[in-house]
């Protein structure tokens, strides 16, 4: 097996992922619009653009942050 094949393989499993959480996305409930860490009230515009998000654009932001520091030190 070449790196073209590597590659190739690699293209493949990452596209078959992303359309497995795409699938999953799509089956999630609309939000309750009350963000689940600060508990405000979640911004309109973002309700709109994902109708299934969980966190208001800064508890977002946090919560990305830590994700990841967590990933970069390992838990």
């Known amino acids: 097996m ?3 094949d590597v590659a ?3 293209a493949e499993q990452f596209i078959a ?6 699938r999953l996305k799509k089956d ?6 009350v963000c689940r860490s600060c508990e405000e009230l979640i911004e309109v515009e973002r309700l709109q653009a994902n109708p299934a998000a969980r966190l208001c654009a ?10 990841k520091r967590a990933h970069r ?3």
Do not use: F, Q
């Not at 800064?58 to 830590?66: K, L, R, T, W």
């Open 17 to 22: 992922e992303a359309l497995k959480a795409a």
């Open 58 to 67: 800064g508890c977002a932001v946090e919560a990305e942050a830590a994700r």
């Open 2 to 4: 070449d790196e073209a």
């Open 73 to 75: 030190v390992g838990g």
């Open 28 to 33: 999630e409930a609309p939000s309750t619009g």
């Open 8 to 10: 190739n393989d690699r």
